[in-house]
Nanobody, 115 residues
Framework: QVQLVESGGGLVQAGGSRRLSCAAA????????MGWDRQAPGKQREWVAD???????NYAGSVKGRFTISRDNRKNTVYLQMNSLKPEDTAVYYC?????????WGQGTQVTVSS
Protein backbone atom coordinates (compact mmCIF):
# COMPACT_ATOMS: atom_id res chain seq x y z
CA GLN A 1 0.00 0.00 0.00
CA VAL A 2 1.24 3.49 -0.86
CA GLN A 3 -0.32 6.57 0.67
CA LEU A 4 -0.39 9.67 -1.54
CA VAL A 5 -0.90 13.11 -0.04
CA GLU A 6 -1.80 16.06 -2.26
CA SER A 7 -1.43 19.74 -1.45
CA GLY A 8 -1.63 23.09 -3.20
CA GLY A 9 -5.28 23.36 -4.08
CA GLY A 10 -7.30 26.50 -3.52
CA LEU A 11 -9.08 29.40 -5.18
CA VAL A 12 -7.46 31.17 -8.11
CA GLN A 13 -8.67 33.71 -10.64
CA ALA A 14 -8.96 32.85 -14.31
CA GLY A 15 -5.64 33.36 -16.03
CA GLY A 16 -3.75 32.65 -12.85
CA SER A 17 -1.43 29.83 -11.84
CA ARG A 18 -1.35 27.15 -9.20
CA ARG A 19 1.10 24.40 -8.32
CA LEU A 20 -0.06 21.08 -6.94
CA SER A 21 2.20 18.67 -5.11
CA CYS A 22 1.78 15.03 -4.22
CA ALA A 23 4.11 13.11 -1.96
CA ALA A 24 4.20 9.35 -1.58
CA ALA A 25 4.51 8.25 2.03
CA UNK A 26 7.30 5.82 1.21
CA UNK A 27 9.94 5.25 -1.41
CA UNK A 28 8.77 3.82 -4.69
CA UNK A 29 11.03 1.31 -6.34
CA UNK A 30 11.11 0.15 -9.92
CA UNK A 31 9.39 1.52 -12.97
CA UNK A 32 6.27 3.48 -12.15
CA UNK A 33 4.02 6.22 -13.44
CA MET A 34 2.79 9.13 -11.35
CA GLY A 35 0.11 11.47 -12.55
CA TRP A 36 -2.99 13.51 -12.01
CA ASP A 37 -6.66 12.95 -12.69
CA ARG A 38 -9.45 15.40 -12.02
CA GLN A 39 -13.18 15.34 -11.49
CA ALA A 40 -15.34 18.37 -12.09
CA PRO A 41 -18.79 18.73 -10.49
CA GLY A 42 -21.30 16.54 -12.27
CA LYS A 43 -18.71 15.07 -14.61
CA GLN A 44 -16.74 11.87 -14.84
CA ARG A 45 -13.23 11.68 -13.61
CA GLU A 46 -10.69 12.36 -16.35
CA TRP A 47 -6.99 11.85 -16.82
CA VAL A 48 -4.92 15.05 -16.90
CA ALA A 49 -1.25 14.14 -17.18
CA ASP A 50 1.32 11.56 -16.17
CA UNK A 51 5.06 11.12 -15.93
CA UNK A 52 7.11 7.93 -15.89
CA UNK A 53 9.92 7.22 -13.47
CA UNK A 54 12.27 7.90 -16.40
CA UNK A 55 10.73 11.33 -16.96
CA UNK A 56 8.53 10.77 -19.98
CA UNK A 57 5.38 12.92 -19.92
CA ASN A 58 1.91 12.81 -21.42
CA TYR A 59 -0.90 15.38 -21.32
CA ALA A 60 -4.58 15.52 -22.06
CA GLY A 61 -5.34 17.79 -24.97
CA SER A 62 -7.35 20.15 -22.77
CA VAL A 63 -4.30 21.05 -20.66
CA LYS A 64 -1.42 20.64 -23.08
CA GLY A 65 0.61 23.83 -23.29
CA ARG A 66 -0.82 25.17 -20.02
CA PHE A 67 0.05 22.47 -17.46
CA THR A 68 3.45 20.97 -16.74
CA ILE A 69 4.00 17.78 -14.80
CA SER A 70 7.32 17.02 -13.13
CA ARG A 71 8.67 14.80 -10.40
CA ASP A 72 11.46 14.53 -7.88
CA ASN A 73 12.28 10.86 -7.42
CA ARG A 74 14.47 11.57 -4.39
CA LYS A 75 11.46 13.05 -2.63
CA ASN A 76 8.92 10.61 -4.11
CA THR A 77 6.95 13.68 -5.17
CA VAL A 78 5.10 14.69 -8.32
CA TYR A 79 4.09 18.24 -9.20
CA LEU A 80 1.54 19.81 -11.50
CA GLN A 81 2.22 23.40 -12.50
CA MET A 82 -1.00 24.86 -13.85
CA ASN A 83 -0.85 28.12 -15.80
CA SER A 84 -3.46 30.12 -17.70
CA LEU A 85 -6.17 28.53 -15.61
CA LYS A 86 -9.74 28.57 -16.87
CA PRO A 87 -13.03 28.18 -14.99
CA GLU A 88 -13.44 24.78 -16.66
CA ASP A 89 -10.30 23.62 -14.86
CA THR A 90 -12.29 23.74 -11.63
CA ALA A 91 -12.23 20.23 -10.18
CA VAL A 92 -10.93 17.97 -7.47
CA TYR A 93 -7.46 16.92 -8.55
CA TYR A 94 -6.27 13.45 -7.61
CA CYS A 95 -2.71 12.22 -7.55
CA UNK A 96 -2.23 8.77 -9.07
CA UNK A 97 0.48 6.15 -8.96
CA UNK A 98 0.83 3.00 -11.03
CA UNK A 99 3.38 0.43 -9.90
CA UNK A 100 3.21 -2.86 -11.74
CA UNK A 101 -0.38 -4.12 -11.52
CA UNK A 102 -1.28 -1.79 -8.65
CA UNK A 103 -2.99 1.60 -8.83
CA UNK A 104 -3.13 4.13 -6.01
CA TRP A 105 -4.93 7.43 -5.58
CA GLY A 106 -4.74 10.31 -3.16
CA GLN A 107 -7.67 11.91 -1.36
CA GLY A 108 -7.81 14.80 -3.78
CA THR A 109 -7.33 18.55 -3.55
CA GLN A 110 -9.90 21.11 -4.71
CA VAL A 111 -8.94 23.70 -7.31
CA THR A 112 -11.50 26.40 -7.99
CA VAL A 113 -10.97 28.89 -10.81
CA SER A 114 -13.14 31.99 -10.63
CA SER A 115 -14.08 33.95 -13.73
Amino acid sequence: QVQLVESGGGLVQAGGSRRLSCAAARSIFGMNVMGWDRQAPGKQREWVADITSAGGTNYAGSVKGRFTISRDNRKNTVYLQMNSLKPEDTAVYYCTLKVGPNDYWGQGTQVTVSS
